[in-house]
């Protein structure tokens, strides 16, 4: 899949990659949560739709920054994995939510995230 770019410009080609409402909270799911299976990202207290999901994973998976592998018998169960590519947006994630504690009142980071 080729992603449509509405410039050059680095910011702009990232932002119609992750800016989205969902792609960054399934990455921030995946990356500081362990969740891998569709089912695990529907718990997420942002409340996705089924249909959203399968979406922004199928376009994840596209764009390179997610893997999946089967986890059973069953061919439509699926592990979601980052690849290199989808890690290497930790310190990105790690910035926003630094950001956000500062800035937005009555933010915080849960025990077991980031």
């Avoid at 992603?3 to 799911?29: E, F, K, N, Q």
């Avoid at 920054?65 to 169960?77: A, D, I, M, W």
């Avoid at 990105?92 to 025990?111: F, S």
Wanted: aromatic share 8%; hydrophobic share 40%.
């Amino acid at each position: 899949m080729t992603l449509h770019r509405r410039s050059p410009c680095p910011i702009a080609c990232t932002l119609d990659l992750l800016g989205d409402r969902w792609t960054l909270l399934i990455v921030r799911d995946m990356m500081f949560l362990g969740k891998q299976r569709f089912e695990e990202f529907l718990e997420s207290p942002e409340g996705i739709s089924t249909n959203i999901l399968a979406s922004r994973l199928k376009f994840l998976e596209e764009m390179g920054l997610v893997e999946k592998q089967p986890y059973s018998n069953h061919p439509r169960r699926m592990n979601y994995q980052l690849t290199e590519p989808g890690k290497s947006l930790r310190p990105v994630l790690k910035a926003i939510a630094v950001w956000g504690l500062k800035q937005i009142p009555e933010t915080r980071i849960p025990d077991d995230e980031i």
